[in-house]
């Protein structure tokens, strides 16, 4: 299953740096987990924003939930959640 | 360049059927010669609404422009585009 | 996979009656064919608004794509769709 | 009386754990008991965001406003409330 | 059972006006019938624009849905419905 | 003159106990006080939520915001006022 | 009373000229039998826009309604109303 | 120049109240100062929210800009700013 | 005076194609008579919708609405205004 | 590539005024270098509230994304990024 999920962060601007820098150093290794699991195919940061635009591909909506719960960037975020399929356009099979 | 563009139509339901099918056709035929070229590597269908999440990789945001206006279904469309760049966390160099 | 599907109607006043009841008959027979299937296992009708909030159970979200697509009163439709899970408090295993 | 209610949380990144530990079990058991009662049918985790769609059965309104009221985790939740009625094309007698 | 129901009209400016007139007079007689019967104790014009709020007392969610779809003007409707209890801090017994 | 006022609350989820419980105290009885001036005709709980809906019949524009600054929970309220007058299909000469 | 009352007009491309101008000639002498009547002290222009910003002074909400109601160019607007009183900070006793 | 500008006030329920009340009385001093130089011709309190809605005559949008800023109370603020012009129906010369 | 005016143009899918090219034609020659008088310094294609951001540099906010009231596709067009004025940041002292 | 970007910008009433001074100053120095650059054609100030309006001249959206995260005063900004192209009616062809 496709989804895109937006995630936009607000952090508040006088966070106590050590624990941001710790907070964004595992959200780091944990993206890069799940990348390399095939989860996350796609991640695109905004221009000019803190925020990005991703595309998981998991095995239920309950594995994508796990997941966004397991970031450590998650109380930050606002988070838009897109249930995605196939488009009879796409001329690619396996897209 | 990369561009989310996400795309939501709304067609007269009393459209005239012939007109509309030929507009589809005219609107896939484009879609498919985009896709081979490179212009448009992805596209998604939004699961149970008339609209889809498409990406497009062009050299600027006049050729976006012209892409987008050279749809058929551009008339009915609500168009949203988002300028995206590569995320620091993203493990695949050419993506 | 489940999914909550929020539809709205907005049907223009002065549509021709006819035309109308046979949209709204071939729809009702649409509905019940679904939820004789299991994939349409709860609708409510939104009191005092021509709206529903239906429950699909689907495999997939290109099978829910297709039933949307589907419905005779899609065209009337404004629709927002939202992927569900489990939750960890519910007391039910297979609802 | 049927309503939908649609929870969705937003908890400070920086709540101490302990009182937040507490605060979601005592949460949880009152869903239980709410949903051992039949006043809380159906509960679903809304995929990738702290956040629930509701269904709950009530002899009124005023029941559902002191249900929501009780929920230890309430201070923390943005609530929408849509009342339901039966709709006319569903196949169950006793949704 | 209490709700408020907001309802703002859009009416065609170029719509027949004796349509129109008869439209308007059967919304009227009604509201006159639903007044009488007790289901709609309260009627107010938003001052300024061609919208009212109203409050109905009806047993239930289905019997307000069924009146709102009785009503003539109702294609021209935006309908916002919020479903009232009686308030701890009211001095009156049986508002 | 008559408005409809909407309150809706947002405590802070870690305020004092004591100092909430005087000023909900101070609350109701300001309210009560306005009740029996028959300044505050109606006041409604909305269902499910921590807001309610309010009908005030003050003698100017000026008086409605005097009893709406010397109400206690002000400062948690986000308002919405509604110039309201009487409707012509209103039955009742007193309303 | 003083009520602010901003008006929008989306009138469509393609009216009939002569109809139109019949009806903003209406609304002009209509504007100004207010405004010497002293009901509409203040009118301005928004800047850009086919839209306006006016102050009106009436008895009562209900006179309000009935002006608004009596403009030729109604059908064509999206109103917003907005009771005002005297601000504390005004030097002016009688504005 | 003139501008409409609304003004709404959110100020935290805890603030120090003999801080708020000096900037109170700096924001009343720095209305009059402005009031009596002819900059600010009119001001009107929101009939039951903290909120006025001013008309500003100025001589640019810079000096707007400086005279917004200037005002003790601004950072509690959200302003919305909105340039007017004469209207073709305004029957006062010199409003 | 700048002012910055964003048109987003909403064009009937099946409006005459000769009208529309026609009134396409009047729109830029007014454009580019509006360019050369110094009155339009800057107009952007908005990057994949039928949208511009434009710059106007004007006398008035009169001058402004007189210049946007005669577009031929003003009619066409959602306008948002934003009166604009020198940066203290800006390193350019005639920008 | 060209970029509008609107910042609007919500700073905490009770930051420590030190602190903030020396952020502004960091942030004037870091604009003033990017205007010398060419990467920062223009600047507006939006009239009235502490917001401006940029256009952004870049060689990819990356530099606009690195650019806007080296701002000092970004963890206070609320951004908008639109991309813009060439309008086809400029009568400039170095804009």
Same mark, same amino acid.
């Given at each position: =299953? $496709? +989804? #895109?999920? *937006? #995630?936009?962060?607000?952090v508040?601007?006088?966070?106590? @740096?050590? &624990? +941001? *820098? !710790? #907070?964004?150093?595992?959200e780091?290794?944990?993206s890069? *987990?799940?990348?390399?699991?095939? @989860?996350?195919p796609? /991640?695109?940061?905004?221009?000019?924003?803190?925020?990005? &635009? %991703?595309i +998981?591909?998991?095995?239920?909506?309950? *594995? $994508?939930? !796990? /997941? #966004? =719960? %397991? $970031?450590?960037l998650?109380? +930050?975020?606002?988070?838009?959640v897109?249930? $995605?399929?196939?488009?009879? %356009?796409? /001329?690619?099979q396996?897209?």
């Amino acid at each position: =299953m $496709l +989804f #895109m999920v *937006e #995630m936009d962060l607000d952090v508040p601007w006088d966070i106590d @740096k050590t &624990v +941001f *820098e !710790d #907070m964004k150093a595992r959200e780091k290794a944990r993206s890069h *987990e799940l990348q390399r699991a095939g @989860k996350w195919p796609h /991640i695109w940061r905004v221009a000019g924003r803190y925020a990005n &635009v %991703s595309i +998981f591909d998991v095995e239920s909506a309950g *594995e $994508l939930h !796990d /997941i #966004m =719960m %397991s $970031l450590p960037l998650y109380p +930050f975020m606002t988070v838009k959640v897109t249930a $995605l399929c196939r488009h009879p %356009s796409d /001329i690619n099979q396996d897209d």
